[in-house]
């Protein structure tokens, strides 16, 4: 299994902030980071993958194949959501032209709809199996169904409703109080789809998050690095990638003032002025990631290739039920953690048994209120002042780096017990390495 990340933008291509053109002609922040920083830190966006796309030649590159692929998802939403029938007649033609087209002048690799499962799931019958009778009747099947997924408590709402709730007065705001919500509609999902002949290699997520808010505390904090390992860890088995949405508060800011401070809860992985949040600390973690999964259980996650092992430990808590059901009014809480349940310090013993190799180097990488990698606590630690002057800002920057530790073991008779404490919200990667390589081979 190999893991890679895939943020929305680099799904689309037309969301240019992520290569640093600034939205609607407002100046990019020269401060923030470039987007080759980006790629190294955090793999983005590079996406993970649970094998190869059907179609494509073994190993191709998912960023290739959206590149050779074309998206066909407006048309299809506004067909899926059209209460007119000759408009809907009008947009079915325009899809399976564009489909056709498309086909014709190479794009062999087409996807689509982006509906969203979190609104649609419950009303599957009405909505997409309607359009995929469609796509059957007039040969133009999605090579590939693309979905977003976000963790809402959906109950069935007509079309008209779901507009209003997505481009009206409010966004929608109960968010579900079963913390594996993604995880079950993706099962469900992939259930459904399966009818049409598609699995696991033909299903991306295209956008995915833990709100739709752009005001919501937790997005700024550790709670959010916690949420994205476990999501993406947890699901590897259900989707062929999966693309978080968004890399910044830039895209999502446009109509925020000058005046805006850094830290306002939006849903990007980075301010909009370039500050690292606890969120992208992740993706630098899952990142590190390499070779199969050998072992799973509640909150970890154990690798290895042929030279290293690596486990990842988490501790998710989840919203409580205030936030769930008011997320809007969340945003004048002071403390962004009493929006989730409490959790308590977690010891984890792990057991490496087999190791051929005489002595080992440990490194250990942490993300947690204790232990570095969010700029937020420490933009609070200097008062949460609404606008940072460029010495505050290169100084709540140091907050970026997770912290960071490396010791030497030994194995004896091929054995190695490590341990690491997990509070609420941490995210802890340890990677061991054996020192001397000619030695042996990991089995």
């Known amino acids: 299994m190999c893991i890679k990340l895939l943020t929305h933008e680099a799904m689309t291509s037309v969301f240019t902030t992520l290569y640093g053109f600034p939205p609607f002609g407002r100046k990019r922040d020269l401060r923030a980071p470039t987007i080759e920083s980006i790629w190294l830190e955090t793999g983005l966006p590079h996406g993970f993958c649970g094998g190869d796309f059907p179609g494509t030649p073994s190993g191709n590159h998912p960023l290739e194949v959206f590149r050779q692929g074309h998206w066909l998802a407006a048309g299809v939403l506004a067909l899926l ?6 408009l809907a007649l009008a947009l079915e033609d325009i899809f399976a032209f564009q489909f056709r087209d498309c086909r014709e002048y190479g794009q062999h690799i087409i996807g689509g709809p982006g509906i969203d499962i979190s609104v649609l799931l419950d009303d599957w019958d009405n909505s997409f199996a309607p359009y995929m009778a469609f796509c059957q009747e007039n040969d133009c099947m999605p090579n590939f169904i693309t979905l977003k997924v976000y963790p809402f408590d959906m109950t069935p709402c007509g079309k008209t409703e779901w507009f209003r709730a997505q481009y009206g007065d409010s966004l929608l705001s109960n968010m579900s109080e079963d913390e594996d919500v993604i995880s079950h509609m993706l099962s469900r999902t992939a259930l459904l789809l399966r009818r049409y002949g598609y699995n696991q290699n033909s299903i991306a997520v295209e956008a995915w998050n833990s709100s739709y808010s752009n005001s919501d505390p937790c997005n700024d904090i550790c709670y959010k690095s916690a949420f994205i390992v476990k999501n993406i860890i947890e699901n ?26 850094s830290f306002h809860g939006g849903v990007g992985l980075l301010t909009y002025d370039g500050l690292r949040k606890a969120g992208y600390q992740a993706f630098r973690l899952l990142n590190l990631l390499r070779g199969w999964r050998i072992a799973e259980g509640q909150g970890y996650s154990i690798f290895r290739d042929e030279m290293t092992v690596q486990i990842i430990a988490y501790q998710y808590c989840h919203y409580n039920l205030y936030h769930c059901q008011e997320v809007e009014q969340s945003s004048e809480v002071d403390d962004p953690y009493l929006l989730c349940y409490v959790g308590e310090r977690q010891s984890r013993v792990f057991e490496l048994t087999g190791l051929p190799f005489e002595e080992y180097e440990v ?53 190695i017990e490590l341990r690491c404490v997990v509070d609420p919200h941490d995210v802890i990667l340890i990677r061991l390495t054996p020192v001397d390589y000619g030695q042996g081979q990991l089995k």
Request: net charge neutral; aromatic share 12%; charged share 25%.
């Open 81 to 86: 959501f059209s209460d007119s029938n000759s």
């Open 236 to 261: 590897q088995s259900k989707v062929w990638c999966m693309a978080y949405w968004s890399l910044s508060d830039y895209m999502t800011d446009i109509n925020i003032p000058k005046e805006q401070r």
């Open 363 to 415: 490194e250990t990488f942490m993300v947690g209120q204790r232990h570095g990698g969010s700029t937020y606590a420490k933009w609070q630690e200097i008062g949460a002042p609404d606008r940072l002057t460029d010495w505050q800002r290169e100084h709540v920057a140091r907050a970026s780096s997770s912290q960071y530790s490396i010791h030497r073991i030994p194995a004896e008779n091929g054995k």
